[in-house]
Structures are given as C-alpha cells and as structure tokens.
C-alpha cells in the first residue's frame, strides 16, 4: 500500500527550520574536526579576522577585500585560492548538515579565484618504490599501508583516515567512501599487493573501528610526523602528500583513459583536471587517431 504524506505539513514543518547560530570560528572549527584535512591550521587567519561574526552574515565583500590583503603582504594566489576553497567547504558541509539558514548562499561564491602558476607532479617508478621502502620501515607500520593505500587510491587524505573496517572489502579489495568532497559517493580500489600487507599490519579488524586510530580514540592520526621524516630520507623534502593525488591522475591520463573517467576514479572535479591536465589527455587522443590513421593506411 503506498504511503500518503501531508505535503502541506511537510513543507510547514521545513519552514520552520531554524538555523544553528554560529560564528565563523565556530563553523571553522566544528568542520575541521570532520574534514580532518587541515583546515583549522589553513583558516586560522581567517578566524582571527572574522571569527567572532557570525557565519551567516559574512559576507563576500569582506573575503574578497582579504583575499586581495593576503596578495598584498606575498602570499601566493595558489594560497589565497586554497584558502577560500576550504572555507567553502566549510560552508558547504553546513548547509548540508542544515546548520545555516533557508536558502543560504556561501559567501564564497561571490569571490573570485585568483589566476595561480598551475602545480603539476612527476614521480617516477623508482620514486614511489623509495616512498614505499620507507614508509614501511616505521614502528607503526599502519604508515606503511597508509602510503600504499594513497599510491594505489589517489584518494584524499581525509578519505583515508576516516575510513571504518565496515567500509573495507578485503576481497574485492576495495574501500567505500560513502560521501566524498564532492559529495559523491565512489569506492577506492587498491591493488593485490596492498591487501597482504594489510593483513599481515592488522591481526585484528572490527568493522566499527578506524583503520587508522590515533592515541585519541574514535579520532584518526595525521600522520604529518612520519611522511615528514620519509620525504625528507628519500630526498624528497617538496612532495606533499596531495602530490601524490595529482600524480595519480597523471598516471591515469597517461595510461589512455578520459578526463570524465579519471574524473569519476578520483572524485574529482572533471574541469578541475582539464585545466591541470588536459594536456595529457590530448597527447593520449592524438596517439590514439595516429593508430587509426595506421589501420586505415
């Protein structure tokens, strides 16, 4: 039997909805403790300056008139634009947890991006297989996986660090990431080799428990100490652990796949990679019309 609804009182009852009084700090701070990304650290400037008005009412005015503060005192546009896009998702995730206000639109998106010197990363075979050695030569060698799971993934820090035993499958060797950045939700794939050292790692896997678990339980740990210390061994001291993330959708253009596939692996956004690596796509399409032109000489 279908089930009725009082569609007025549905909509009444939305009507209703208040929203959370919060000031920006607050908002900063609530969404760091879930992004897990370093957002604290990135907006804490922003907090200072804007921390105790309340997040509803900042306006885009007054991020663009910092924004072009920060370009002033030398900071990179790259920085500027980072910034403001961790703010964004700040906001974004408030809205979608139905904190702000009916009908509310981000202050962001009244800002415009700042042009940036486009940050594209090579890493060789013989660099990941460095990154690799030393990333398992740690006493907790929960780091070990943690590197390997980013090679093979591309995925995000924060997608790594809040995943559950409940979301991994050993087997099929996969992990699902039910909501992503983007807010689609994918699975992350990792590779045969990837799924016997977590086995070997981990003598226990509760379904409910984090893989990752720092010394404060139910929270992950960051793992900023170690990868310093590797990339510092390996002579890599300028790669960062997103690098790795761009070089995996490097490696995917490279191997022939589209922007809208490599998109859809990474939970990334497809324009985002056309603009960083649409050149690699293009090389790909052109090799591929050469092999056509050859089967049609």
């Not at 909509?11 to 700090?25: N, R």
Request: net charge positive.
């Amino acid at each position: 039997m279908r089930k009725t609804i009082d569609l007025a009182a549905a909509v009444a009852a939305a009507e209703q909805h208040q929203a959370q009084p919060m000031t920006l700090g607050e908002l900063v701070r609530a969404w760091s403790t879930v992004a897990l990304d370093g957002s604290d650290t990135r907006l804490r400037k922003w907090v200072v300056a804007f921390g105790s008005q309340s997040a509803w009412d900042v306006t885009g005015e007054q991020l663009d008139t910092a924004a072009q503060a920060m370009l002033t005192h030398g900071y990179k546009p790259s920085a500027v634009n980072r910034d403001l896009s961790a703010l964004g998702s700040a906001y974004r995730w408030a809205k979608g947890r139905r904190l702000a206000p009916r009908g509310f639109r981000s202050p962001t998106l009244d800002v415009r991006r700042r042009e940036e010197d486009i940050r594209r990363v090579e890493v060789s075979r013989e660099q990941f297989d460095a990154l690799r050695a030393r990333a398992r030569a740690f006493q907790d060698r929960r780091f070990g996986v943690f590197v390997e799971l980013l090679i093979d993934t591309g995925a995000r820090k924060s997608e790594l660090l809040l995943r559950r035993w409940s979301d991994v499958d050993l087997e099929r060797r996969q992990i699902t990431c039910e909501l992503t950045k983007t807010g689609v939700p994918r699975v992350l794939h990792f590779r045969e080799q990837t799924a016997a050292l977590i086995k070997r790692v981990y003598t226990t896997r509760e379904g409910g428990a984090l893989l990752f678990e720092g010394r404060v339980p139910g929270q992950p740990i960051s793992f900023k100490r170690a990868w310093s210390t590797t990339v510092d061994d390996i002579g890599m001291p300028q790669l960062h652990m997103h690098d790795i993330r761009h070089a995996a959708a490097a490696r995917l253009l490279k191997s022939g796949v589209t922007l809208a596939v490599a998109a859809q692996v990474l939970g990334h956004s497809s324009q985002v990679l056309a603009r960083r690596y649409g050149h690699l796509e293009n090389a790909t399409l052109r090799q591929a019309q050469e092999r056509a032109w050859e089967d049609a000489a």
